[in-house]
């Protein structure tokens, strides 16, 4: 070889040797006006307040730790204006009737008479109104629950006839869970207003309880369509749908695919774990390292457990090709408020739609 060439040769690889040791760069963070600037642009038309709105998301990413990427600001607003068009407290037709409906359906699965039930809501609340005249006029999910509030209070027996009957497990505009609420209440960035539950139905509680719902667990898909998805059915649950998927490939059993793996609230397994038990011997697991694996569900980490790499390699020996590694779920949407058949997987295409007018913008 000829001498230049040999020099040429050892600059290319120290170029080569240099440039593999560099470490990539993370995006420099963005200040909270240029994330604000993104919302404002972001924003569908018809949404009112637009700073107002802009400020309350900003201020929730910034306080979870969430990246305000195009891709992550468009997901919050597309459920958002999904769930509720970008009104911080929506009104739902008809709500006194639901609420009626269902208080009566549990006050008879609790075996609490009707005729007991009817007084208690013709007593007169502090504003002068009867409980029942309150419910007949009530508009929106945040005046619903306050109502309960103020009648599990106020009413003799009140508590004990009505604590847990609020019928209202979702409010805000992003339509949170009031459960998930309260159980991420740590770190929430502004005074509570008596409680967690009534922040829910403020605009910048609901927001940051909603994004933390959509965004502040970690994923391996491929596509937004998917948290979509779990926003409605629960984390994981398109994953998790789509082990189940491989489950009856492997085995022949048909499950449904609604990504619930375990029954949590019992020992006895579920239809889930009863068919991976019948692989047991091929995947060299005994029953209880299958339940301890399987209760892994609800983290990423269940991708890294043998349980869940041996059913995949087993179903696609079986299918004689790759299976995919989320999937909508198979869930009918259940509640009071629905008045027609819908699907978890007809909610995330739905949100998904508006996902892709927003990258568009």
């Given at each position: 070889?000829?001498?230049?060439?040999?020099?040429?040769?050892?600059?290319?690889?120290?170029?080569?040797?240099?440039?593999?040791?560099?470490?990539?760069?993370?995006?420099?963070?963005?200040?909270?006006?240029?994330?604000?600037?993104?919302?404002?642009?972001?924003?569908?038309?018809?949404?009112?307040?637009?700073?107002?709105?802009?400020?309350?998301?900003?201020?929730a990413?910034?306080?979870?730790?969430?990246?305000?990427?195009?891709?992550?600001?468009?997901?919050?607003?597309?459920?958002?204006?999904?769930?509720?068009?970008?009104?911080?407290?929506?009104?739902v037709?008809?709500?006194?009737?639901?609420?009626?409906d269902?208080?009566?359906?549990?006050?008879?699965?609790?075996?609490?008479?009707?005729?007991?039930?009817?007084?208690?809501?013709?007593?007169?609340?502090?504003?002068?109104?009867?409980y029942?005249?309150?419910?007949?006029?009530?508009?929106?999910e945040?005046?619903?629950?306050?109502?309960f509030d103020?009648?599990?209070?106020?009413?003799?027996?009140?508590?004990t006839?009505?604590?847990?009957?609020?019928p209202?497990?979702?409010?805000?505009?992003?339509?949170?869970?009031?459960?998930?609420?309260?159980?991420?209440?740590?770190?929430?960035?502004?005074?509570?207003?008596?409680?967690?539950?009534?922040?829910?139905?403020?605009?910048?509680?609901?927001?940051?309880?909603?994004?933390?719902?959509?965004?502040?667990?970690?994923?391996?898909?491929?596509?937004?369509?998917?948290?979509?998805?779990?926003?409605?059915?629960?984390?994981?649950?398109?994953?998790?749908?789509?082990?189940?998927?491989?489950?009856?490939?492997?085995?022949?059993?048909?499950?449904?695919?609604?990504?619930?793996l375990?029954?949590?609230?019992?020992?006895?397994?579920?239809?889930?774990?009863?068919?991976?038990?019948?692989?047991?011997?091929?995947?060299?697991?005994?029953?209880?390292?299958?339940?301890?694996?399987?209760?892994?569900?609800?983290?990423?980490?269940?991708?890294?457990?043998?349980?869940?790499?041996?059913?995949?390699?087993?179903?696609?020996?079986?299918?004689?090709?790759?299976?995919?590694?989320?999937?909508?779920?198979?869930?009918?949407?259940?509640?009071?408020?629905?008045?027609?058949?819908l699907?978890?997987?007809?909610?995330?295409?739905?949100v998904?739609?508006?996902?892709?007018?927003?990258?568009?913008?």
């Open positions: 070889m000829q001498p230049h060439r040999l020099i040429l040769g050892i600059a290319a690889l120290l170029v080569l040797a240099g440039c593999s040791g560099q470490r990539t760069q993370a995006p420099p963070a963005r200040e909270p006006a240029q994330v604000k600037a993104e919302i404002l642009r972001l924003l569908p038309g018809k949404a009112v307040d637009r700073q107002g709105w802009a400020t309350d998301i900003q201020v990413f910034a306080a979870q730790n969430i990246e305000p990427t195009t891709q992550n600001l468009c997901s919050v607003l597309a459920v958002t204006e999904q769930e509720s068009t970008f009104e911080a407290d929506p009104s037709p008809g709500l006194g009737k639901i609420a009626r269902e208080i009566n359906r549990r006050a008879a699965k609790a075996h609490i008479p009707e005729l007991l039930v009817n007084a208690a809501l013709q007593v007169h609340s502090p504003n002068g109104k009867t029942s005249d309150r419910l007949d006029a009530v508009r929106s945040k005046e619903l629950s306050a109502i103020d009648f599990i209070g106020m009413v003799p027996m009140g508590r006839l009505f604590a847990g009957f609020n209202v497990h979702t409010g805000g505009p992003m339509q949170v869970s009031i459960d998930f609420a309260e159980q991420q209440a740590k770190g929430y960035p502004y005074p509570v207003n008596g409680s967690i539950r009534r922040e829910v139905f403020t605009r910048r509680g609901g927001m940051y309880f909603g994004i933390a719902h959509l965004l502040g667990y970690p994923v391996s898909y491929q596509a937004p369509l998917y948290r979509f998805a779990d926003f409605n059915a629960g984390w994981y649950a398109s994953r998790n749908a789509a082990f189940q998927n491989a489950v009856s490939r492997a085995t022949g059993i048909p499950l449904a695919l609604d990504g619930d375990v029954n949590y609230d019992s020992i006895m397994p579920g239809s889930t774990e009863r068919a991976v038990r019948t692989l047991g011997k091929r995947l060299d697991m005994r029953n209880p390292v299958i339940r301890d694996q399987l209760e892994e569900g609800k983290t990423l980490a269940f991708e890294e457990t043998r349980l869940y790499q041996r059913v995949f390699a087993l179903a696609e020996e079986a299918e004689g090709r790759p299976l995919p590694r989320a999937l909508l779920p198979g869930i009918v949407l259940q509640s009071p408020k629905i008045t027609r058949k699907t978890t997987a007809w909610f995330a295409q739905r998904d739609e508006r996902y892709k007018r927003c990258m568009a913008r």
